[in-house]
């Protein structure tokens, strides 16, 4: 991956600061996976993919970029108009538009918690968010569509990866649909970089059920993991990911 990619991808996470990063987990979890529909770069998006961190919840993404023609239909047909994010709880009956009111419902029907102070000021995240879009100019927000996988990929990664973030850009590119594993950090051995941890043998012993799935599965945790069910295949490292999805599904 090219050193500019994710230098500017490296500017966005610091200019959210730890947004999106550490988690503390949802006393209650949906039994049905929620489902979000996403532009990846969009500023509203992301604040709603933070609290998704945050609360340790997975979600079912559908990419919507602007010109997409896979998901935006199911939008306006739901909602009435192709405003993102919009989200789908199956759980519940809820949908609804709105970034903040998408993260206070999410506090309040699993987070089970007081509306984090940070979440209140709810117009200085929302600036902050456009700040954060600003270094990353139109990746991941116009469509260059790929092939539907007939199974759903599963991507592991926190929101304020600067590695995982150009994989989600590309899934939203293609308008792919993929499975959000969260993985969040609970541990101070958390952050520390991957390479440092493998050489001095640290294995945090997570909370979170995705890591505990990637340790059991690979032996290892580093964000991001894609595992796409189709053909059997998991990787890590961003770039890998990225060249296994344009060979696998470009359109």
Known sequence: ????????????TLLRSTSGIA??????????????????????????????????????????PKGGERFRPE?????????????????????MYESLDIVAYLFETYGRRPLPLKWRAGKLQTLGSM???A???????QARPGIEPEYLLELYSFESSPYARPVRELLCEMEI???????????????????VRKALNLVPDSRLENRRVLQDR????????????????????????LQYLRDTYAG
Do not use: H
């Not at 991956?1 to 966005?12: D, E, F, V």
């Not at 047909?77 to 405003?83: I, K, T, V, Y």
């Not at 270094?135 to 927000?141: D, E, F, K, T, V």
């Open 75 to 95: 939008v306006v047909e739901l909602g009435g108009r192709a405003q993102f994010p919009f989200l789908v709880d199956a759980n519940t009956g809820v949908e």
């Open 23 to 64: 988690s503390s987990p949802a006393q209650f979890k949906p039994k049905k996976m929620l489902r979000l529909y996403d532009i990846e770069n969009c500023p509203y998006c992301r604040l709603v993919r933070e609290a998704l961190t945050e609360l340790d919840l997975d979600a079912e993404i559908c990419p919507c």
């Open 177 to 195: 649909p993929y499975i959000l594993r969260n993985c969040g950090r609970t541990e101070l051995q958390e952050w520390v970089l991957p390479p």
């Open 131 to 133: 700040l954060a879009s």
């Open 218 to 241: 690979e032996g290892r945790v580093s964000i991001p993991y894609l595992y796409d069910p189709n053909t059997e295949t998991g990787l890590f490292e961003s770039a890998d990911i």
């Open 1 to 12: 991956m090219a050193a500019g990619n994710i230098g500017t991808s490296l500017l966005s």
């Open 135 to 141: 270094p990353r100019l139109s990746q991941g927000m």
